[in-house]
């Protein structure tokens, strides 16, 4: 990462606040409620960004593995797992606010006859086991091109979960974007994309951050070998 | 639990990420502060051994 890079960020944490705030209020506040679910639907403005974050962050993680198979350069194995750490925690935060919202609308935490649940936590359990792997191979490029090719096999599982939500059957699960456009109003709409923003823009925060805190561990560990 | 119950917890289990997240961030930044201050420490000592104790110079010598 660039100094340049780096500099950018308490700026990018400051417009995430911002936006994170902003979102709060417009979530909590402003937006109307919504007729057929209540209150209970204003978890959607934290849930599904969360989730299409969760969807990015592995996908950018199974980017920089293929850029590291593809080119070689060492760094993007650490760009991949910080990605895909990123990831494994927001698909945590979604599998959790998705059970809050589950037993708030349906009375039940979770239910295992829906696939586009199921779908998601294979996908995280997947992405979970990813860092098992990772860490019980010792340091080195063979570490980085296992857990590369492991990165990419699981790209595969982001489009099924995603259109799992679409193609279910039973539609328990609502489905807000439709083939029509967003199913809501125009100040929901815009709340959500000004959520989805903050959400993802503070994903990118934390990935920078988290970044720069391992390269800089990474430099020291090696000043601390090249010192005599 | 109410509905808006269940609101403020999907919310709180977000802001309680973010804060927690922090806090490792901030104890990591400490831990590399102590790393960084550990090896200037070391680089100064080196320094100073070598101004005490400087090494002597040895002249290259011709086998010729």
């Known amino acids: 990462m660039s100094t340049s ?27 109307p409620e919504d007729a057929d679910q209540g209150i209970s639907q204003r978890i959607f403005y934290i849930h599904v960004p969360i989730a299409l974050t969760a969807y990015f962050c592995f996908g950018l993680g199974a980017w920089k593995a293929l ?51 199921v779908l998601f936590l294979v996908l995280f359990l997947f992405y979970c086991a990813y860092f098992m792997l990772r860490f019980s191979l010792e340091d080195g490029p063979r570490r980085a091109r296992s857990s590369a090719v492991y990165a990419l096999f699981g790209v595969v599982l982001i489009p099924v979960s995603f259109l799992a939500i679409r193609l279910a059957e039973d539609l328990i699960h609502p489905t807000v974007f439709t083939r029509d456009g967003p199913q809501m109003s125009g100040s929901m709409f815009a709340t959500f994309c000004v959520a989805w923003g903050a959400v993802t823009l503070l994903a990118y925060v934390l990935y920078r951050v988290e970044l720069a805190g391992k390269r800089l561990d990474a430099d020291l560990r090696d000043l601390r070998e090249a010192l005599p | 639990m109410s509905q808006g ?35 200037l420490e070391l680089v100064r000592r080196k320094d100073a051994a070598a101004r005490r104790d400087p090494a002597p110079v040895v002249e290259a010598r011709s086998e010729a």
């Open chain 1, 5 to 31: 890079a780096i500099r950018s960020v308490p700026g990018l944490a400051l417009l995430t606040a911002g936006l994170m705030g902003s979102a709060l209020v417009l979530a909590l506040i402003v937006v």
């Open chain 1, 67 to 117: 850029l590291l198979l593809w080119r070689g350069e060492e760094r993007h194995d650490l760009e991949s797992y910080v990605a895909i750490h990123q990831g494994t925690i927001f698909g945590a935060l979604t599998l959790i606010t998705g059970s809050i919202w589950a037993k708030a609308s349906w009375g039940r935490w979770w239910l295992w006859s829906e696939d586009q649940l």
């Open chain 2, 5 to 39: 119950q269940y609101v403020a917890a999907a919310y709180g289990v977000v802001f309680a990420f973010v804060l927690v997240y922090v806090a490792i961030i901030a104890a990591k930044l400490v831990r590399l502060q102590r790393e960084t201050a550990e090896l």
